[in-house]
């Protein structure tokens, strides 16, 4: 299993002028990649291949992209520098690691309409007209699984890595059962 992404979010305590803070940034860092959604929010990205830092009016954020839980923690971390060296005075700053996805390859093909039926309809989504995927929400767990034909997984919804491995070994139990009817 191999992490693909992590995401966290956080407040800063204070409300933000968007427009003025990506300008600050950008005399500072140079050139920013900014989009602004809206006037209450905008995403930046502070290296060119870094997280994407999605800012919000109210002093909320997200941090969204970074490939493992110590480059999520980094990614905060210089977020904090980059605001005390633009003058961006940070009352309250809080962050929290929301979530991480997760990726298994099982190496064997799945028959998605099988494992809907063995994993039960209460706990499984599977339309295929709408998304090629199987929805698994098994009640062991609070987290979800998409299980594609390819037998590649994706687990989200989660931080703790032992939880997801846990959830897989028991889809591949689950797999191994419906592989031998």
Known sequence: MEIVSTMGSGSLGRELDLQ???????SHLGDVDANFTSI?????????DGPAYTLYRT???QIRGAETEDDL???ADRFQDVLSHVGVEVP????????????EDFDQDVNL?????????????YEPEQFPG??????????TLLVFASGKVIVGGTTDRDEAQSALTHLE?????????
């Open 40 to 48: 209450g929010m905008a995403t930046v990205r502070l290296d060119e």
């Open 59 to 61: 002093g909320t954020f």
């Open 134 to 143: 199987l929805i698994y929400r098994p009640a062991e767990y609070e987290l």
């Open 92 to 103: 309250d700053y809080e962050f929290d690691h929301v979530t991480s996805v997760f990726m």
């Open 113 to 125: 309409e099988a494992l809907t039926i063995a994993l039960g309809m209460e706990q499984t989504e």
């Open 173 to 181: 139990a689950e797999l191994g059962k419906v592989s031998r009817t």
């Open 73 to 75: 923690s980094d990614s």
């Open 20 to 26: 003025a803070l990506v300008e600050s940034l950008e």
